[in-house]
């Protein structure tokens, strides 16, 4: 069999058909690659087919809301910073510096400073006086359901009646969260968590209710006897109550911490944006005096 022979234009045409060859194949193993995919994570593919889908069809990318920042009492104490910086420089500015509105003077941006240091002091004292008593309320319920234990103990000991030893023993699985009996399952159930502080001092109440009824009751041990268990009752109560108060007080004070930063015209950090703006209106946006406060940075509270 003869070979024929190619002249430079054959040659070309061959070189070009093997090329077209070879991007064919790559192509259809590409596809193959993608049809094989959805094998592996079906879920994940059909989701971003389904994203693509449509966004293809709104015309238009998605644009997520913009997230909002969460300042801590740290944060916001660099609004007092900047505020009592921008003072310093404002008084360099006097006799020049003559703002219109009376809100923009130095002597009233001195006075929301003070203000300012004091209700960020007001938060931070509150959290700690919150922090210690919520502290000392764990520690005292810490002891509660040990301490019963003994007590139910000692109850049956003390050859208690068994109707007064089952009901006792049904408040004990109440501090405890503990369910009594089995389950069957599928039946409905309702929830035996009544683990809260005021939940908790109930079933304490209750347990000592038992045990004023109970004449069999009684201890040598000074921390089981009913009298003790009264008191430790009552210092549970003052405990919670102090507790929840405190933690009351230092909401509020986050409360009027964040009206007196936020507060539209009259806010903190209204007020000082204001005076910069008073400031570029009187020197101008190019003049030192406002590139002196230009950088100080005035932001609201979202948390």
């Known amino acids: 069999m003869k070979t024929k022979a190619l ?3 054959d040659f070309e045409q061959l070189k070009k058909d093997l090329s077209d060859t070879n991007e064919a194949a790559v192509q259809a193993q590409s596809e193959q690659v993608i049809a094989d995919a959805p094998m592996s994570n079906p879920t994940g593919v059909a989701k971003r087919l389904k994203e ?3 966004k293809a069809q709104s015309g238009s990318p998605s644009l997520k809301a913009p997230k909002k920042r969460s300042v801590n009492n740290a944060g916001i104490s660099e609004n007092v910073y900047n505020g009592e910086s921008m003072v310093d420089v404002l008084i360099t500015l ?4 003559n703002p219109i509105n009376p809100a923009h003077s130095i002597a009233s941006l001195t006075a929301k400073n003070v203000a300012g240091r004091e209700m960020l002091g007001e938060v931070r004292d509150t959290k700690l006086v919150k922090t210690l008593d ?10 509660l359901k040990k301490k019963f234990t003994r007590v139910f103990n000692q109850l049956m000991a003390c050859g208690a009646p068994d109707g007064t030893v089952n009901n006792a023993k049904i408040i004990l699985d109440l501090m405890r969260a503990k369910r009594r009996g089995k389950v069957k399952e599928g039946a409905k159930t309702h ?19 038992l045990l ?5 009751y009684g201890s040598n041990v000074p921390e089981l006897t009913l009298e003790a268990l009264e008191t430790y009752r009552d210092a549970l109560r003052v405990g919670n109550s102090k507790a929840s108060k405190s933690k009351a007080e230092w909401n509020t004070s986050i409360v009027e911490r964040n009206e007196f930063f936020n507060a539209q015209n009259t ?13 570029k209106a009187q ?16 932001n609201r509270i979202y948390s």
């Open 7 to 9: 002249n430079g234009t």
């Open 283 to 298: 020197y101008g946006g190019d003049s030192p005096q406002y590139h002196q406060v230009a950088h100080f940075k005035f």
């Open 94 to 97: 006097e006799p020049t510096f």
């Open 52 to 54: 693509r889908v449509t």
């Open 191 to 209: 929830s035996i968590s009544r683990q809260s502080f005021n939940q908790m001092i109930d079933h304490v109440s209750d347990f000592l209710v």
């Open 212 to 216: 004023a009824n109970c004449p069999e």
């Open 134 to 143: 919520g502290n000392a309320r764990r520690v005292e319920f810490k002891i």
């Open 267 to 279: 806010g903190y950090v209204a007020t000082f944006q204001a005076t910069k703006r008073s400031v």
